[in-house]
Structures are given as structure tokens and as C-alpha cells.
């Protein structure tokens, strides 16, 4: 008899994970996502529309999982949202990468990041010397450790849920982990 093997999430959500929602929420959502992918663009408003919907019920993780081969900026824009994310503008940092996906040269980011007012000797400094591509580096081994293959991929609970067929199915996901 030949049974799928059941994905779970490899690395728990941790302190060092990005982090929205309440740390009391009865469902956590994690994301290993490429802020390269158009469809991880198209996934993060339904994901915010979600936080939203279910308040401090739910709780969402994004961890990078750059498609390197595909999108040649992916690993880049992640070390640039990771620098940001050290000045405490992970998020605004994630947002303005999904809304300008075309323009991820690191002239574009600098752009990105002088607009955040983040501190540019630091923000220039951490990008040059790679500071947090190691920490990327874990996210895709965790990513892969965890069945990660594609992006977006989400893991609700620790469980895999399969959103090949649309976000629908993440959100009846949430709806059977609050309701169990």
C-alpha cells in the first residue's frame, strides 16, 4: 500500500521567527514563502485579510524560502527584509517588497530601505557582508526538512495544509484548527 507521507513543520516557531498575532493564539499559520514569487504576492493580502478575520485567534510566521533558480532577486530582497527586520521594519520591509516584486535591484532596495528610515550605514553594511544569509540558509533547510518544495507553502498547526487548489483551503484549515 502506498500512503503519502504526512508533512510537518521540521523547526518550531521560535523567538527569532517574524511574527503577527497573538503568541495565545489557538492557530498559527507559518509561511515559507520567496518575495520573488507572484504567488506569494497574491497570497499576502488573503493572509492579512485572514489576521484580520480571526483577530487574536491566529497567529502568522513567514519564513523565507528564496526560489533561487527561478527568481534571481528572491535571496537578495530576503537578506533586505532581514536587515530591516534588525532595525525592527520587518513588516513595512515585506510589504513594500511584495508591492514592487519588478524593481528588487539593490539600488531599489537601498531606495526601500532609505524610505523606511532605517539606519543605511547598518542597513549597507549588514547587506554587503551577507549578515543574515545564514539565518535564510535555516529557514530553507527547516523549509526543506519540513516537505517545503514551492512557494507559498503553509503549515497550520505544524500540519501541511495543501492550498494548490486556492487560499480557501487555508482558511477552512484555521477554521477545523480553532474548532478542535
Not at 70 to 88: F, P, T
Not at 115 to 140: G, P, S
Not at 151 to 157: K, L, M
Not at 158 to 175: A, P, T
Request: charged share 25%; net charge negative; glycine share 6%.
Amino acid at each position: 500500500m502506498n500512503r503519502l507521507r504526512k508533512y510537518e513543520l521540521a523547526v518550531a516557531v521560535n523567538e527569532t521567527d517574524h511574527i503577527l498575532g497573538s503568541a495565545q493564539a489557538r492557530a498559527t499559520v507559518v509561511e515559507y514563502g520567496d518575495l520573488e514569487c507572484p504567488n506569494c504576492k497574491q497570497a499576502a493580502p488573503a493572509v492579512r485579510l485572514m489576521l484580520a478575520h480571526f483577530k487574536d485567534r491566529l497567529r502568522f510566521v513567514f519564513r523565507h524560502f528564496p526560489l533561487e533558480e527561478v527568481h534571481s532577486h528572491a535571496l537578495l530582497a530576503a537578506q533586505a527584509a532581514e536587515a530591516a527586520g534588525a532595525q525592527g521594519k520587518f513588516w513595512p520591509m515585506h510589504d513594500v517588497l511584495f508591492e514592487n516584486q519588478s524593481r528588487l535591484e539593490l539600488n531599489d532596495l537601498q531606495m526601500y530601505a532609505t524610505r523606511l528610515e532605517l539606519d543605511m550605514t547598518r542597513y549597507d553594511f549588514e547587506i554587503a557582508d551577507e549578515v543574515y544569509l545564514q539565518r535564510i540558509r535555516e529557514h530553507m533547510d527547516g523549509g526543506v526538512r519540513s516537505g517545503v518544495h514551492s512557494t507559498p507553502t503553509f503549515f497550520i498547526n505544524g500540519q501541511l495544509c495543501d492550498v494548490s487548489y486556492g487560499l480557501q483551503s487555508l482558511e477552512k484549515g484555521i477554521e477545523a484548527a480553532l474548532n478542535a
